[in-house]
Nanobody, 122 residues
Framework: QVQLEESGGGLVQAGESLRLSCAAS????????MGWFRQAPGKEREFVAA????????YYADSVKDRFTISRDSAKNTVFLQMNSLKPEDTAVYYC???????????????WGQGTQVTVSS
């Protein structure tokens, strides 16, 4: 099965930027639509952004639209999330997963990686 490994998180101040990476092993991601999700303390995991298989279409949660950008590099089997103008409410553990093509907001794989912690201080 495909293994997903997220990286790039950290502690930043409000207004700063981070770039998250999701590297896959065990299977190519090139045929999958991919997405990013996050889970804040005490809250359910939520959809953040998604990108279709060839990168032509992207989708965002309203809370991150115009601040976050999802992209992918098929040659590197990697998906990225550029996060700009970060806010304290963006603090969460961020995960990547394939997404259902029918919705582009629901995870496809039943397993998750370790995630990467993003903490934004005010």
């Amino acid at each position: 099965q495909v293994q997903l490994e997220e990286s790039g998180g950290g502690l930043v101040q409000a207004g700063e930027s981070l770039r998250l990476s999701c590297a896959a092993s065990g299977r190519t991601l090139s045929l999958y639509a991919m997405g990013w999700f996050r889970q804040a303390p005490g809250k359910e995991r939520e959809f953040v952004a998604a990108i279709n298989w060839n990168g032509d279409n992207t989708y965002y949660a309203d809370s991150v639209k115009d601040r976050f950008t999802i992209s992918r590099d098929s040659a590197k089997n990697t998906v990225f999330l550029q996060m700009n103008s970060l806010k304290p409410e963006d603090t969460a553990v961020y995960y990547c997963n394939a997404v259902l093509r029918a919705t582009m907001t629901d995870p496809l794989f039943g397993h998750w990686g370790q995630g990467t912690q993003v903490t934004v201080s005010s």
